[in-house]
């Protein structure tokens, strides 16, 4: 009988995203622009979880000034973050949808500002953090959260 287990070595330095929904991590691999930057990245997929049933799992090789966790915050407020140092875990976030997010989401009213003015920042406000509404600084267009 074959156990169907995946090893995956430990990091010397960087962070780990911990409690990805499952399918999640490609998405958090194209926000962060990971494939921009040199650095060792593991993406384990549906890895069993007692308390989620499946999740993705990430790890990062770099230092964690390189990530924006506003970006992480606003795709999936429920991951943790594993700060690791010398293959120790140094200290863990707790993520929180972000109040304001800058070009991670595009206004689509094509009255809005934004699609007049090319090089203008896409900024979105949080303006309903229990329904998870952010709306388009400049027209107000709603954006809900996929969840």
Not at 42 to 69: Q, V
Not at 99 to 125: A, G, M, W, Y
Request: charged letters at 30%.
């Amino acid at each position: 009988m074959v156990k169907n287990t995946l090893n995956v070595g430990s990091i010397t330095e960087g962070f780990v995203l911990d409690h990805i929904e499952a399918g999640k991590s490609m998405e958090i691999y194209k926000y962060l622009h990971l494939d921009k930057l040199d650095c060792c990245v593991a993406i384990i997929k549906n890895a069993r979880s007692n308390k989620m049933g499946k999740k993705d799992i990430m790890k990062i090789e770099c230092p964690i000034d390189f990530m924006d966790l506003d970006i992480l915050g606003f795709i999936d407020h429920n991951i943790t973050v594993n700060i690791i140092e010398n293959k120790q875990i140094v200290a863990k976030k707790q993520l929180t949808l972000p109040k304001e997010i800058r070009n991670v989401i595009r206004c689509k009213n094509p009255r809005c500002i934004t699609s007049i003015e090319q090089e203008l920042d896409h900024v979105f406000v949080l303006t309903d953090e229990e329904n998870q509404i952010y709306r388009c600084k400049y027209c107000e267009e709603k954006h809900r959260r996929q969840r």
